[in-house]
């Protein structure tokens, strides 16, 4: 099998960065995911130097779209800065949507079509869509094309007071209706993994990212975020990162998803977030052409899926082993590491996944992954602590990895990325040398 753009047109990462990621409802909730992504890519334009006219495409992710503008990647195209001839779409793979948006960029690359290519995402969990029930919306639509003010209040007549409801969008899978926290309960109990081990992993993300936000290595990934209309307040770290959690605080935490029996509390799962991310990819050829030096390549990726009726979030233990045949490595030559943490339950249930025989023939492949050695995986924290704006984690953790196996001067690393609908990713990175 020949290696992903060895025919000549290798996808090389510049640049990486994004916004502070910040807890729904706090520091960016009057921002909205557009504002988010323009303010990431402009800066990363900014700061990479890039010439506008080099870039060819922008793809952007997002899971909760507004109904206002929902190709977001165009609007955020349409930056005044960049020339309005650079075509951008929008994609949707749940958590790995920033993932799908920077695979879909590559592809592009690899193919011939584009040479220098934004990919990234967005989200703001504090703005999204509220919903009107059926009988309210087909009121507002009588009403609006009612001829007379008699016909306009009689729009109204079968409204019942609980059709003034607002329904929020959940976190809940359609097809079985199961929320994202529930289905981590469920991986917690069917893989046996204890409340003791999910808080221990919960503080060690929120340790390692404290200490990468002190030493700089997390904060040089992010920009200030200057907040409008006023611009007169900033964010410039992450505000979920608790530098002063510990295990004792962890375990005091009540259990939210089932109440009674369960183990996974908001101190071990993902807060909702508000954030962006972006990256600059280019190819191997144009970067030397540009005169950049890039910080690594991309070597492979897979996507798989499992029924999420099942273990929703256990999929990158089917695309792992894929993406790292397509790379032609095994784990004993991965550098580093990078998993999406949703829950500790669910990183805790994929780590367990890659040592199994079972799942790896699920897979169609007679050896596991392997066991991956704990001082190599998510060494500034996770989502957990540094919190996970739905469209944005993919570009945080390739941005992350990159700089980090270029820091550790690691030739490979591994990123995996759950998503809702039963979905995993997983991609290969390679340090540029
Ligand atoms: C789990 C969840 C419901 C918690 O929401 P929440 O109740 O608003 O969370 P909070 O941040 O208010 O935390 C609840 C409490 O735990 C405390 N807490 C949370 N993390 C803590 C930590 N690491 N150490 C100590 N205390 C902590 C908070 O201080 C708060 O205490 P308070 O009630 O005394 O103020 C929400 O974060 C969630 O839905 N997460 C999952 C998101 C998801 O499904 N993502 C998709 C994954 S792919």
């Known amino acids: 099998m020949e290696t992903y753009g060895t025919n000549g047109r290798r996808v090389a990462i510049i640049a990486g960065l994004r916004t502070p990621f910040a807890k729904a409802g706090t520091d960016l909730r009057s921002v909205t995911a557009q504002e988010l992504g323009r303010a990431v890519v402009a800066e990363l334009v900014e700061r990479s130097e890039i010439d506008p006219k080099e870039i060819d495409a922008l793809v952007f992710g997002t899971v909760v779209p507004s109904v206002l503008a929902p190709n977001i990647a165009r609007e955020v195209a349409l930056l005044p800065m960049l020339p309005k001839g650079i075509p951008a779409f929008t994609v949707s793979r749940a958590c790995a949507s920033a993932n799908q948006a920077i695979t879909d960029a590559a592809d592009q690359i690899v193919l011939g079509h584009a040479d220098v290519v934004v990919a990234g995402g967005a989200e703001s969990l504090s703005n999204v869509p509220i919903l009107h029930t059926r009988n309210f919306s087909d009121a507002l639509v009588a009403a609006s094309r009612a001829k007379s003010v008699g016909a306009r209040v009689s729009a109204f007549a079968r409204v019942r007071p609980r059709d003034l409801i607002p329904v929020a969008p959940a976190i809940a899978e359609p097809s079985t209706g199961e929320t994202m926290g529930q289905s981590a309960e469920k991986m917690a109990k069917l893989n046996h993994i204890p409340r003791d081990e999910q808080d221990q992993f919960a503080l060690r993300s929120h340790r390692l990212a404290a200490a990468g936000t002190q030493d700089g290595r997390l904060t040089a990934e992010i920009m200030p975020f200057y907040i409008p209309p006023r611009y007169e307040k900033w964010a410039t770290v992450d505000n979920g990162v608790r530098t002063d959690t510990s295990f004792e605080q962890l375990q005091a935490l009540k259990p939210v998803f089932d109440r009674r029996y369960g183990t996974v509390t908001a101190g071990n799962s993902s807060p909702l977030t508000d954030g962006a991310a972006a990256v600059l990819l280019m190819s191997e050829a144009k970067a030397r052409a540009l005169g950049y030096t ?38 004993k030559d991965i550098d580093l590491v990078e998993m999406h943490e949703a829950f500790a339950a669910q990183v805790l249930s994929n780590l367990q996944g890659f040592e199994s025989k079972a799942w790896a023939e699920r897979a169609g492949f007679s050896r596991p992954v392997g066991e991956v050695d704990r001082s190599r995986l998510n060494v500034m924290g996770g989502s957990i602590a540094i919190g996970h704006p739905f469209g944005a984690t993919g570009a945080r953790i390739t941005t992350t990895l990159a700089n980090e196996l270029k820091r550790r001067g690691g030739q490979f690393g591994m990123m995996t990325v759950c998503a809702a609908g039963g979905m995993g990713f997983a991609m290969i990175l390679e340090r540029a040398a």
């Open 294 to 331: 890039p910080i690594a390549y991309i070597r492979s990726y897979a996507y798989a899926a499992l029924d999420p009726g099942e273990q929703l979030l256990q999929a990158p233990v089917l695309a792992a082993p894929v993406a790292l045949q397509r790379a032609g490595l095994t784990l």
